[in-house]
């Protein structure tokens, strides 16, 4: 069965340092990999997404994530946070067929001015 | 190109009473999902359309729970005699047929269930 781990519950940085949350990820095929955000009361939105090719995606707002297949992780990664990315991200896993998508329990990123 | 939108955004209600919650895709948008998000969680999938048909449920879909997508546009999700442990987080998402993976969200309806 498909599952998801984002080992880290909360985390906290200082504005302008970067930033990595962990991802990892259970699956018997090829995985569809995404990172979604969603701020307090809000749905989510979608960061990024890695399907197949280069395992280094770039998304929006500055985000980046690298697929490492050996190690099952989807980390997610940004060079220097700012205030306004402080929210909670989901790591979460799919097919191509476009069928449920199975997501971890979120990492919960503030940040510290 | 409007996003997926959800209606209502809040509900409260009594614990035995029936809600019923709405979500209009993105227009064209062949797929529909409804997930579960209680708090201090990941959603949960409980079902999913191609079109009018609804090809997977989820065993936290229980007999209490109905969605339907009769026109294959918008859905509704109901839940009859509403328990506690029914509030959460109801998430709405589509995709496309070109692009069946990659599933856009609604804002949510937030359910309370005194």
């Known amino acids: 069965a498909q599952s998801v781990t984002q080992p880290d519950i909360h985390i906290t940085v200082s504005e302008g340092a970067s930033l990595e949350l962990r991802c990892n990820y259970s699956?018997?095929?090829?995985?569809?990999l995404f990172w979604y955000v969603q701020s307090p009361g809000q749905g989510l939105q979608l960061l990024l997404k890695?399907?197949?090719?280069?395992?280094l995606v770039q998304g929006i707002k500055g985000f980046e994530a690298e697929f490492k297949r050996s190690q099952s992780s989807f980390n997610l990664r940004k060079p220097s946070v700012h205030w306004s990315d402080a929210a909670e991200y989901f790591c979460?896993?799919?097919?191509?067929?476009?069928?449920?998508?199975?997501f971890g329990a979120g990492t919960i990123l503030r940040v510290k001015s | 190109d409007t996003g997926v939108s959800q209606d209502p955004r809040h509900k409260i209600t009594k614990r035995g009473q029936n809600v019923t919650f709405r979500c209009d895709p993105i227009s064209e948008h062949n797929r529909l999902y409804w997930y579960r998000q209680t708090l201090g969680q990941g959603p949960e999938f409980l079902t999913y359309f191609q079109n009018e048909a609804q090809l997977e449920k989820s065993r936290l879909l229980s007999d209490r729970f109905s969605a339907e997508r009769p026109k294959g546009s918008f859905s509704t999700l109901e839940i009859q005699r509403t328990e506690q442990g029914d509030s959460a987080m109801y998430l709405c998402a589509s995709s496309s047929r070109n692009r069946p993976h990659e599933q856009f969200f609604g804002p949510g309806t937030r359910l309370t269930v005194l």
């Open positions: 699956y018997g095929a090829t995985p569809y």
């Open positions: 890695y399907f197949s090719g280069d395992t």
């Open positions: 979460a896993v799919g097919d191509e067929y476009g069928n449920k998508l199975v």
